[in-house]
């Protein structure tokens, strides 16, 4: 079935450092969409890819749609404390259902 | 707050012991999901309905069990528990199929 690889799991930044994450899919999706869930707190929608290449951009973050539509990646510029929490990508295959599969995750930690 | 509910937020129960959570969608949308969160497996999609009808199983056990109500509230039961089925229960609902889905704020299941 579809899975939804992300690395690192796991990554500690200093405030001010950039902090990038990868989503690989093992399959094509029709489209990737990125949550964040705060220590505690439940996944809260970020934002969504759905052209192949496609780039998208809120404020600090930079969010990237592969060519073949099966990889993303999400890049934080400067992090800020406020950006601690786990970033999950969810894909979208085609077909009836739509299943959204949710990638592992990655929980960033930011020290002040 | 996202207008899913999910009731109730906490709940303590013995092994072998029957639950149902409860879930209300966001006014408006037809489609409900119900996500399984525990320390060690991530976002584990369970179950997916549209507009009363299932459109997608995931990772469900057998002991486990939902549906979507005429009025589009969802139930899911968890029987004969076991004490890895401790975990939180994240209820989602989106417009349609293919949207973005919104996530209630989970029922915290702890199994003694």
């Known amino acids: 079935g579809q899975q939804v690889m992300q690395i690192p799991q796991y990554q500690h930044v200093q405030e001010g450092e950039d902090f990038t994450t990868y989503c690989n899919s093992s399959?094509?999706?029709?489209?990737i969409q990125w949550y964040k869930q705060r220590p505690g707190g439940h996944p809260v929608f970020l934002i969504q890819l759905v052209k192949s290449g496609e780039v998208k951009k809120q404020k600090r973050l930079t969010f990237q749609f592969g060519e073949a539509k099966k990889n993303s990646s999400l890049h934080i510029t400067a992090t800020q404390t406020t950006d601690v929490g786990t970033y999950f990508c969810?894909?979208?295959?085609?077909?009836?259902?739509?299943?959204?599969?949710f990638g592992t995750g990655t929980l960033l930690a930011v020290q002040p | 707050d996202s207008g899913v509910t999910q009731t109730p937020k906490h709940l303590i129960t013995a092994t072998g012991q029957r639950v149902t959570l409860r879930c209300s969608p966001r006014?408006?949308?037809?489609?409900v999901y119900w996500y399984q969160q525990s320390l060690d497996q991530g976002l584990q999609f369970l179950i997916q309905?549209?507009?009363?009808?299932?459109?997608a199983k995931g990772n469900i056990l057998e002991r486990f069990s939902a549906q979507q109500f005429p009025d589009l509230h969802s139930e899911l039961n968890l029987s004969s528990l076991e004490l890895g089925d401790s975990a939180l229960y994240f209820c989602a609902s989106s417009r349609s199929l293919g949207n973005t889905i919104y996530f209630g704020e989970g029922s915290w299941l702890t199994v003694v």
């Open positions: 969810a894909g979208q295959g085609g077909g009836a259902t739509n299943k959204l599969i």
């Open positions: 006014s408006g949308d037809l489609s």
């Open positions: 309905y549209y507009n009363g009808e299932e459109r």
């Open positions: 399959t094509t999706l029709s489209n």
